[in-house]
């Protein structure tokens, strides 16, 4: 199978809303006249950031969902992406299961495969996704305001979790471990929340290196500092839809200071912490209801420099959490 | 020296024409109304697309200038681009010039570095591009015509040579493989052209595989075939801005069958293969003479299928020409 054919038989399909899809040296798109155009890539390294025994379907799917995640965290609608592979051979049951689930998400998210490149070399798959937001809609990371409630979505820490039990320092039951497994294989993206929240949110970000390391971004780009409460990591609490807010029962299974380390500096939860005013409340949640999406409030923006980790009787914790960085 | 050092360091510049920069989850864009969004991705691996011992000046250029031919090739006018970076270690001294040979090209082309992503993994550079053009102008690789004539922009072959050199299966004095090399290193992304072209070609591609194989798209996308003249492969050509066209004269000075293969299946040459209407013969010139790029006409396109390699004097070569695929 030659490069071309690869192309042809795994990733091309009829353009739907782009003007011109794979094949080309170019695709094209024609953005919606007035609209600001939100534009993330994200890469991905065997033995990094997948296992090389990962389902390839499931590595299909994060492919992606790590880019759309940039783009709900921004406040963007999905509208395309291109996929530039390295591939060490053309293996066709893994291309079969990863186009199809690389693709099978792209559908759920309207989100059209346009085009790429494809190379031999190291498995490396890299992939930037093109999103639309009305001007002055994207949520920054540099807006948050003294004051601002800080929340998190859906539940921090399963992925860490998952990757523990691969590395054999932690252990779950098998129910437990495949529920903590889907959150590290194929996390949701949180679109339909980072949408709903376009008037309402003033910062937000995608968690994907640690929840502390992370919105260290949004105090280092508004100037300003936080104060996290610990008291939802106690207990697994349950949303109004029924999903689990926080954290998952099988984290709040854990002793309270894993909890608190694979929830705050965990990593690879593409979960969105976002802030908003106090006055915000209502919206928040009502936004969260309509995305069909957890939130919960961990916390608010300070004056103050500096990140302040209480516990659940409100006093600092003073031990340092650890944030993922790829080159410390 | 950190993930987020690095990028501050090196590739962090103050947004110019984009909305919002490097740092964000996001970059923002506001492509102008009307325009269409012309997208293009490539991934460069160490070992395939470029020598370990490459300069790395040299090596930022070329990983820009490839992914600007493919905006050549559909005659859009550059606007900013994506860099995602897997290195194996964070060495200063090659960031230092791949980015400054990166960045000035960037600047002389005005397409600005907007995001991207760094990891740690084999070197891997994957860079996505993005530009504009009127609706309906973009030359795509199906809209030849039987009977158009068939161009090519620049030299063809001197990336090839200078591979060969290095692969010690070729050698020549000190400055011939300068000019050589260059080629190969540093190509020239035909950007005035492609937009200079936009009302008269009907078909383009940009040639980086090999002319036969590049062409060898346009022929199946439109449903033609074509026939390809060697006379410009007997001697080095002047076009009228002292620039060599067609071959240059390190080419030139090889035997004829190794012209033919360098020329017409070397690769890396990043030059334009276009076609336009017989009648456009003399917008062509002018347009390559606004550009300030040479064009050679080369053959044309036919309704007969198949793709047929002239002899000089006029008899079918019936030799076959390998084509690079990455997967073959």
């Not at 592979?85 to 792209?106: M, N, V, Y």
């Not at 260290?216 to 780009?221: D, F, P, S, V």
């Not at 109004?240 to 926080?246: C, L």
Request: some cysteine.
């Amino acid at each position: 199978m030659g490069e071309f054919d690869l192309i042809e038989r795994y990733f091309k399909r009829p353009a739907k809303q782009a003007v011109l899809g794979v094949g080309d040296d170019c695709a094209l798109i024609q953005p919606t006249a007035g609209m600001q155009l939100a534009i993330s890539s994200d890469m991905l390294v065997e033995g990094r950031h997948f296992l090389s025994t990962v389902d390839p379907a499931r590595l299909g799917h994060k492919a992606l969902a790590v880019n759309l995640s940039d783009l709900a965290a921004c406040g963007a609608q999905p509208l395309a992406f291109t996929l530039a592979l390295a591939l060490p051979r053309a293996d066709e049951a893994w291309l079969t299961g990863f186009s199809q689930g690389l693709l099978q998400l792209a559908d759920d998210f309207g989100c059209e495969l346009i085009g790429g490149d494809t190379t031999q070399g190291p498995l490396n798959i890299c992939i930037t996704v093109f999103g639309e937001v009305p001007p002055g809609d994207a949520h920054l990371r540099g807006n948050a305001q003294a004051g601002d409630d800080i929340y998190v979505s859906g539940t921090l820490g399963d992925a860490r979790l998952a990757l523990e039990v691969f590395r054999g320092t932690q252990s779950l039951d098998a129910p437990a471990f495949e529920q903590a497994r889907l959150r590290l294989e194929k996390p949701t993206p949180r679109i339909a929340l980072g949408i709903e929240l376009r008037a309402i949110a003033n910062a937000a970000i995608d968690v994907s290196d640690g929840l502390l390391g992370d919105l260290g971004h949004i105090l280092k780009r508004s100037g300003l500092g936080a104060q996290i409460d610990t008291t939802w990591l106690q207990a697994a609490q349950t949303f109004g839809n029924g999903q689990a807010a926080g954290i998952s029962p099988q984290l709040a299974a854990l002793p309270f200071n894993k909890r608190l380390d694979f929830a705050l500096s965990g990593g690879d939860d593409y979960e969105l912490c976002f802030t908003a005013p106090v006055n915000q409340r209502e919206l928040v949640h009502a936004a969260a209801w309509e995305a069909n999406t957890p939130v919960t409030r961990i916390g608010r923006m300070t004056e103050a420099a500096g990140l302040v980790v209480l516990d659940p009787q409100g006093q600092p914790i003073s031990r340092r959490f650890a944030s993922f960085d790829h080159f410390a």
